[in-house]
């Protein structure tokens, strides 16, 4: 048996939130299909959705209520992480979901669809409870909420209930940009009632590592500069760019995952105790980590970050064509498919202490895990039989097999030598459901709960560092970038940054871990 204590961070799995109409812009895109619909129809196997609830798609195509519903079942079936699919759960959610066809720059359909909401069966139970979520491209992020304003769908008059927006990312291409959305969507819906998308927050492993660090007693007092030697944070991933060229050709690696995913882990890892596990004080102690990083200057940019591109190769035995031959990319492209950036924060806890940061496409394997690394043991006692002790090793999986693991020395039994030996714990346990990030996230922006979501200072303090590295590439003026091979572990300049300080990458996680599971 274990103990199970409930601490405040987000809302727990479990209990009913008030009933709401969800309305979903961009219904009819992949976001819609391959995530929000699967996590509704798991919330409502799950026992989290009152009756009441109405889930309305928003979208410009021509389609019918029963033509969205199947097309929903049928993604249901493609992309739920359970199967069969049970159709009595599934028949109990269908008649309350709907279908509104709109034109998101059209404020006139806003007009129809406050209409709609109004007369739909569930509305005497939902009242004024209203859940937008922008699955839409960015572009249409600012026009959504003004004509939600306009129609009198926003946040800014009435009592009883609430009107909340869900925000998916990218938000903002840069600093300027992030600013002037924000300035425009608190127009219409103030900073509370604003849930901005960041899914890695809704992975259970990174929910866990606020328990870890802060629910034991031994692992605290070892984090900081005086027992670590440097922080690594590596999320790696096998697929190519594939249909998503035009979106990535803007974007690259540093705007699609290292301003944001690898961002929030790292001021996850970096943060001091929070006051209290309240949205505001762990968000508060997040955002004071981003501002403890001094933004690096273009020497410090073009010394301590890489960044490069797959070239052609073989992955899992496939054929991949090199990045700017993919569609819809330039074929004279500097869009980096591989990031790798060094970063350092300037407080008490970590001054002196890298943290570095890689993410890229087409590796050699698909895991995201983040590395503690501590400092070496004097080895004055062992200098007989080792030039160098190995440093102890903190790894903590998120995914795909979610786990914690601590690498440490042991004699060989024998012999007066030396090895390494590992402790492996596995999170996922057969007794345990594990919720989808986005079921969770859904879940908390319907109890109005915003630890698990960004907050604007955060999303901009992201942005100057990631602006300040942006800014010092664009000066440095290539007209080629380094290449790396798919299926490898990324470009060697990458091995060079963490070797020229005396340290290496993390290895991979190894083949047979499902098997050393067992
Ligand atoms: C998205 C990025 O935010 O995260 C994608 O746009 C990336 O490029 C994805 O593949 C990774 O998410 P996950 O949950 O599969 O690790």
Not at 40 to 50: E, I, R, T, V
Not at 137 to 162: C, H, Q, S, W
Not at 254 to 279: C, G, K, V, Y
Not at 337 to 365: I, M, Q
Request: with cysteine.
């Amino acid at each position: 048996m274990t103990t199970r204590q409930t601490a405040g961070l987000g809302h727990m799995i479990g209990g009913k939130v008030a009933p709401a109409a969800v309305v979903i812009f961009g219904a009819s895109g992949d976001l819609t299909h391959r995530k929000i619909l699967p996590a509704f129809y798991h919330l409502q196997k799950n026992g989290h959705l009152p009756e009441g609830m109405a889930i309305v798609g928003f979208a410009r195509r021509d389609q019918s209520e029963p033509q969205f519903r199947e097309g929903l079942r049928q993604a249901l079936e493609d992309h739920s992480h359970t199967h069969p699919i049970d159709n009595a759960v599934w028949a109990s959610l269908e008649p309350h979901i709907y279908y509104q066809k709109g034109d998101l720059a059209n404020p006139e359909d806003y007009v129809r669809l406050a209409e709609r909401l109004r007369t739909l069966p569930e509305a005497a139970a939902f009242g004024r409870n209203h859940l937008y979520y922008l699955a839409t491209a960015p572009n249409f992020f600012p026009i959504v909420a003004e004509n939600l304003g306009k129609a009198g769908l926003d946040a800014r008059e009435g009592t009883g209930g609430y009107r909340r927006l869900i925000v998916e990312k990218p938000f903002g291409t840069d600093l300027p940009s992030a600013r002037a959305l924000n300035q425009i969507l608190h127009q219409y819906f103030p900073e509370p009632c604003i849930f901005r998308i960041d899914h890695y927050l809704g992975k259970e492993n990174v929910q866990n590592l606020l328990y870890f660090r802060f629910a034991n007693s031994i692992f605290e007092p070892l984090w900081d500069r005086r027992y670590i030697d440097h922080v690594q944070i590596t999320v790696a991933e096998t697929q190519t760019i594939g249909t998503r060229g035009a979106y990535y050709e803007t974007a690259g690696a540093s705007r699609d995952m290292l301003q944001n995913h690898l961002m929030q882990l790292f001021t996850l890892i970096a943060m001091e105790p929070p006051a209290s596990l309240e949205a505001e004080s762990i968000r508060d102690e997040k955002v004071k980590v981003l501002r403890s990083v001094p933004t690096p200057t273009p020497e410090e940019v073009l010394r301590n970050s890489v960044r490069a591109q797959y070239g052609p190769g073989i992955l899992n035995g496939k054929t991949v064509r090199p990045y700017r031959e993919e569609d819809r990319v330039s074929r004279r492209s500097l869009v980096e498919t591989y990031v790798c950036l060094r970063l350092e924060v300037d407080n008490w806890r970590w001054s002196g202490v890298p943290f570095y940061l890689r993410t890229g496409k087409a590796l050699g394997h698909q895991y995201t895990e983040i590395c503690i690394v501590f400092h070496r043991a004097p080895c004055v006692l062992f200098a007989h039989n080792l030039k160098r002790i190995a440093r102890n090793w903190l790894k903590i999986r998120i995914q795909p097999i979610e786990g914690i693991h601590m690498i440490f020395n042991t004699k060989v039994p024998g012999q007066p030598a030396i090895e390494e030996a590992r402790m492996d714990f596995y999170y996922r346990r057969q007794d345990h459901y594990f919720p989808e990030a986005y079921e969770r996230l859904l879940l908390d922006a319907l109890n109005g709960e915003s630890t698990l979501f960004t907050r604007s200072d955060e999303v901009e303090q992201a942005w100057r560092i990631i602006d300040a590295v942006q800014a010092a590439w664009r000066e440095e003026d290539l007209d080629r970038l380094p290449l790396y091979a798919p299926g490898s572990m990324g470009p060697v300049e990458a091995e060079e940054l963490l070797r020229r300080e005396g340290r290496r990458w993390g290895d991979p996680p190894c083949e047979q871990e499902e098997e050393l599971r067992e």
